[in-house]
T-cell receptor, first 116, second 116 residues
């Protein structure tokens, strides 16, 4: 049973470019949450997707957008990259349908984005 | 607003010492969950424990133990007889149920270094 997977592992982009990060949830999970973890900080909630819709959003600008596909996988898109977007981006999966989201959120290995 | 404070930024101990990581939280919810995660250098967040707000019973799992006290809004984590493999960043998190999203609010983490 595969856990949460994310791709790519590492990414280097130039300021102003756009980037797409991908996440596949754990088998049986239907909900994907994205977090940004800057160096030396705790993860910060970006947004959550369930049933292909954004349910909740953290304090992030519109440059950050996402999508969830019918197979529950998700993408995080960041436009007009800034140097401050350099961070580890973590994806977490859970199941809102079965109500386990408050007790079980499984994290992927993350994508480390560097903006130069 | 929900908030998690981990006042200890870094802790360094010698192997076999006991060490306690502090976590203080703020929330207006009467029902909430608290978590501890371990983040080794590889970056992936490893789930250690969750505790709901109605269960103040302390828990022990091997060398790990957790002390939850609602009266002081604290959820401290103790490692007994620490080992070099315990070296990691440890995060305390609070499950926030805004609009059913069940997002996690993390502290800034405590970096634990266990020296041989």
């Amino acid at each position: 049973d595969a856990g949460v997977t994310q791709s790519p592992t590492h990414l280097i982009k130039t300021r102003g470019q756009q980037v797409t990060l991908r996440c596949s949830p754990k088998s049986g999970h239907d909900t994907v949450s994205w977090y940004q973890q800057a160096l030396g900080q705790g993860p910060q909630f970006i947004f959550q997707y369930y049933e292909e819709e954004e349910r909740q959003r953290g304090n992030f600008p519109d440059r950050f957008s996402g999508h969830q596909f019918p197979n529950y996988s998700s993408e995080l898109n960041v436009n007009a990259l800034l140097l401050g977007d350099s961070a580890l981006y973590l994806c977490a999966s859970s199941s809102l349908r079965t109500g386990t989201g408050r007790v079980e959120q499984y994290f992927g290995p993350g994508t480390r984005l560097t903006v130069t | 607003a929900q908030k998690v404070t981990q006042a200890q930024t870094e802790i360094s101990v010698v192997e076999k010492e006991d060490v306690t990581l502090d976590c203080v939280y703020e929330t207006r919810d009467t029902t909430y969950y608290l978590f501890w995660y371990k983040q080794p250098p590889s970056g992936e967040l490893v789930f250690l424990i969750r505790r709901n707000s109605f269960d103040e019973q302390n828990e022990i799992s091997g060398r790990y133990s957790w002390n939850f006290q609602k009266s002081t809004s604290s959820f401290n984590f103790t490692i007994t007889a620490s080992q070099v493999v315990d070296s990691a960043v440890y995060f305390c998190a609070l499950s926030e149920n805004q609009g059913g999203s069940e997002k996690l609010v993390f502290g800034k983490g405590t970096k634990l270094t266990v020296n041989p």
